[in-house]
């Protein structure tokens, strides 16, 4: 059965069968690129169950992949946004524009900030594998603009596995991005081995978006957080992001041949 007659069946909504689903060990069935449950299965792990499976989750209803492609956090009247408008701005309307120098600097701190913050839990969830940039001047994508350099519309942080090129764009990596009207949280792998279709379909039910070339071609999943309406709180961005990369986490694990099953 479809994750839509598994929620009839349990007499569930879709956002708490999508949870009990990416955040439990459910059995499922992967065929092709589809996830399916047997009831039988299903019914006999839940009578063995005999602890709470999904924590009620009391933070304001966010859309559904199915009603929008990004989760907006807004912040609250009274909490800082994880950045202001004004250096949001330095990434859209001034891009390329050096006066915005400054302004990019705060993007690229509050990047490295938030970076540190899901830092632990990506490492702890790959196995002290994955790792930023070891050079403070190459932590992050460039944000300052000099006579070399063009306009600048994102600034990314990255994390990888072994020493490579600044950005590790050479071999699967994690990325955390801001520009000026969203943040990306993504795994990227140039080509080579692909994702299991359980761990792409679980990403999928969690609101990511899903990328992947032809062949052995490059892949992409990504989860996009718009600020454009508003930028979320640190906060409330660093509980999702720790949140997301237990999806995202599995996926570069399976890149790197060190996967793990769904």
Not at 14 to 26: F, G, Q, Y
Not at 199 to 205: D, E, G, M, S, T
Request: aromatic content about 4%; glycine content about 6%; proline content about 7%.
């Amino acid at each position: 059965m479809t994750d839509v007659e598994l929620a009839e069946l349990l007499k569930l909504d879709m956002a708490l069968t999508t949870r009990l689903i990416s955040e439990t060990d459910l059995p499922r069935v992967a065929i092709a690129d589809e996830v399916r449950f047997v009831t039988s299965d299903v019914l006999a792990w839940l009578s063995a169950q005999d602890a709470l499976l999904v924590v009620k989750d009391e933070r304001p209803q966010e859309p559904s992949s199915s009603e929008a492609d990004t989760v907006v956090l807004p912040a609250e009247d009274d909490e800082t946004p994880f950045l202001s408008r004004e250096a949001l701005g330095s990434l859209a309307s001034g891009a390329a524009d050096p006066g915005q120098n400054l302004a990019r600097q705060q993007v690229r701190d509050g990047l490295a900030a938030l970076g540190d913050s899901v830092h632990p839990a990506l490492v702890r969830l790959s196995h002290d594998r994955l790792h930023p940039f070891p050079t403070e001047a190459d932590r992050t994508s460039p944000w300052r603009i000099d006579e070399a350099t063009g306009a600048i519309r994102n600034v990314m942080m990255t994390w990888a596995e072994g020493e490579g090129p600044p950005g590790f764009a050479d071999r699967p990596h994690m990325a955390l991005t801001v520009t000026g009207d969203a943040v990306e949280f993504c795994v990227r792998s140039p080509a080579g081995k692909r994702p299991s279709s359980a761990l792409v379909q679980r990403a999928r039910a969690g609101g990511a978006m899903v990328s992947i070339e032809p062949g052995d071609g490059p892949w992409a999943v990504t989860y996009l957080y718009e600020v454009a309406r508003g930028a979320p709180t640190a906060a409330a961005l660093q509980a999702r992001l720790v949140r997301d990369a237990k999806t995202l986490v599995p996926l570069w694990l399976c890149a790197t041949d060190a996967g793990v099953g769904a």
